[in-house]
């Protein structure tokens, strides 16, 4: 991979170096940290035969595709909380962390309501994290 250069990295917030310094140290490797900063801060993972086969399982050709369908909501333990529109009446709330469903929904209205009551400070202690 080629090093960036000096005027895109004067272009990344503090934030996000702070994120990145982060993921370094957590994840073990630069690799896994790039990984790790690029889904936080919501760019797609690199495709894989694994999160192709997710995106086609609900209709899309691509990971890509299905991520570019998708609207990110917050954050649910560290996860990006995505909603994605599959089919006639049918969203669903799904993690690119480690591609799995929460539920199906009949609106984008009942998805969003449920990702903001699972990231709320409240509902932290009860409720169960998105998987």
């Known amino acids: 991979m080629p090093r960036p250069k000096a005027s ?5 917030s503090a934030d996000t170096q702070r994120e990145a310094r982060k993921q370094l140290v957590e994840a073990g490797s630069k690799e896994l940290a790039r990984k790790a900063v690029a889904s936080s801060s919501g760019h797609p993972a690199d495709p894989t035969p694994q999160n192709d086969a997710f995106a086609k399982r609900w ?5 890509l595709e299905m991520f570019e369908a998708s609207k990110a909501l917050g954050e649910v333990d560290g996860k990006n909380c995505l909603v994605t529109h ?9 993690s690119d962390h480690d591609l799995t469903v929460s539920r199906t929904y009949k609106s984008f209205e009942d998805a969003r309501r449920h990702c903001e009551k699972i990231g709320s400070p409240a509902s932290e202690a009860n409720t169960p994290p998105v998987a």
């Open 86 to 94: 599959v089919g006639s009446d049918q969203w669903i709330v799904w």
């Open 8 to 12: 895109e990295l004067t272009a990344v």
């Open 59 to 63: 209709g899309f050709a691509s990971y």
